[in-house]
């Protein structure tokens, strides 16, 4: 397994397009709501293979392009089965009529190359049917066979982007702590795969409980709660060299750690002398201070996309609710009303809503508001849905699901920010308290 930290050469191919966009009839484009939508339908013809050592990799890098969108909710993929042509030669016309006779309303187009220095170049065009125009640019990735994969989502981003308009969430991986054994003696290690469940791989052993996993913003570093010291303390670990250290000497018990958006200061809660509070510590000399001070449990800090504020939970009022206060400390303003008790807020990427867990009436919720609390929506509903977290694009949030009884066992879900499209992801065993990156570099 190649290092976590392996870019992939993105390099711009010289080739005939119009303007992104440029169509006389407007652009092709899906309008992304709230509501119910109509996915867009699509053709995929097999990748061209330009050598033969790249037959195998062309088939296997369209079928992750296609899984890609699909899974998005918003595509629907015209089977080749009812293709009347497809793409022999990368370069030659296209011929719009049969696309448009089966209602393709897009056409992506692909050509793999094996290098005889092990490299593979994967180019790509994306077409309008009816308009019989391309979108952008064609793009050319430039990467070994470990990374073909990543080739393959970055074909997706670049899909979904001229698409919808938005940046896309395929290039991107979960950090998410892996469990075995019965439920009643539950052993985790930390574990990190692709964004749809492969590659997955450990990240630490189980012999100490682990819990909370966060990535850093620039993706390289992961901050968790462990404990090996028998009481639960923050440790980073740096997925570069698997190098882990305590976060700093700090008194009591810290737990719930959270990175600021320019990855310079960590947010904690530190239980010490029976008092949980909500503290900022300095990545860059462990300064800290104490954001916090009423006499209750304050936890689970999220900073907003601009680092100004934070989104926390607390029981100041009597029960479990949110709240937002200025990152530096100040008043907290509350802003869950709702029945029932509210955690693990998370504000979204886009800065528009805060995702929650809500626990009502036996019943567990992934839910999301606006951030004076309007507008609340759940999601989700089932006997224990619990921890959000947000696609790089904010689009789409993955959480873990526990099923009911002694036998009950975790697995981690994805449902988009309008409550469709919910469904497992396919993680090898269980797993639960993800933690999405941002896209890759």
């Known amino acids: 397994m190649r290092n976590i930290g392996t870019c992939l050469a993105l390099v711009l191919i010289s080739l005939t397009a119009l303007p992104l966009w440029a169509q006389s009839t407007g652009p092709l484009k899906i309008e992304i709501t709230e509501g119910v939508i109509e996915p867009m339908p699509f053709a995929a013809p097999a990748f061209v293979a330009e050598n033969t050592a790249a037959r195998q990799m ?3 890098l369209a079928s992750v392009v296609v899984a890609d969108l699909v899974g998005s909710g918003i595509f629907r993929e015209i089977p080749r089965a009812a293709q009347i042509s497809g793409i022999s030669n990368f370069d030659a016309p296209v011929q719009f009529s049969d696309w448009k006779a089966i209602n393709a309303q897009a056409l992506i187009t692909g050509a793999v190359t094996m290098r005889g220095n092990g490299q593979i170049v994967v180019k790509f065009r994306l077409f309008d049917v009816f308009a019989q125009a391309q979108l952008g640019e064609g793009l050319q990735f430039v990467g070994t066979q470990d990374d073909w994969r990543r080739m393959a989502h970055k074909v997706s981003d670049a899909v979904y982007a001229r698409l919808t308009g938005e940046p896309g969430y395929f290039d991107s991986r ?6 075995t054994g019965p439920k009643n003696a ?8 692709d964004y749809d469940g492969a590659n997955a791989r450990d990240l630490t052993d189980d012999s100490a409980l682990v819990l909370a996993p966060r990535f850093s913003p620039d993706g390289n570093k992961v901050l968790y709660t462990s404990y090996e010291t028998g009481l639960p303390r923050v440790f980073v670990l740096n997925l570069k060299n698997m190098r882990r250290k305590a976060l700093s000497e700090l008194p009591g018990m810290t737990f719930a750690p959270r990175y600021s958006p320019d990855g310079k200061t960590i947010l904690l809660s ?11 510590v300095k990545v860059r000399g462990g300064k800290r201070t104490r954001l916090t001070s009423a006499p209750s449990i304050e936890t689970a800090p999220s900073y907003s996309p601009d680092g100004n504020q934070i989104v926390f939970e607390s029981d100041r009022a009597g029960s479990q609710q949110l709240y937002v206060m200025p990152a530096g400390g100040g008043e907290a303003r509350r802003i869950s009303f709702g029945s029932g008790r509210y955690g693990t807020p998370v504000w979204s990427p886009r800065g528009d809503l805060v995702a929650f867990t809500k626990m009502n009436k036996g019943r567990f919720h992934i839910g999301v508001m606006r951030l004076d609390g309007t507008e609340e929506r759940l999601l989700t509903a089932s006997f224990l849905d619990e921890g959000p977290t947000w696609s790089p694009n904010g689009r789409v949030l993955m959480f873990f699901r526990e099923t009911r009884g002694a036998k009950g066992v975790p697995s981690i879900y994805s449902v988009d920010v309008s409550g469709r499209n919910l469904k497992p992801v396919p993680v090898s065993g269980n797993g639960s308290d993800p933690s999405w990156s941002t896209l890759l570099k």
């Open 186 to 193: 539950r052993r985790k290690r930390l574990a990190i795969m």
């Open 270 to 280: 530190l239980s010490s002398g029976g008092n949980t509070d909500i503290y900022s």
């Open 58 to 60: 062309a088939e296997d």
């Open 174 to 179: 979960v950090v998410y702590v892996a469990e």
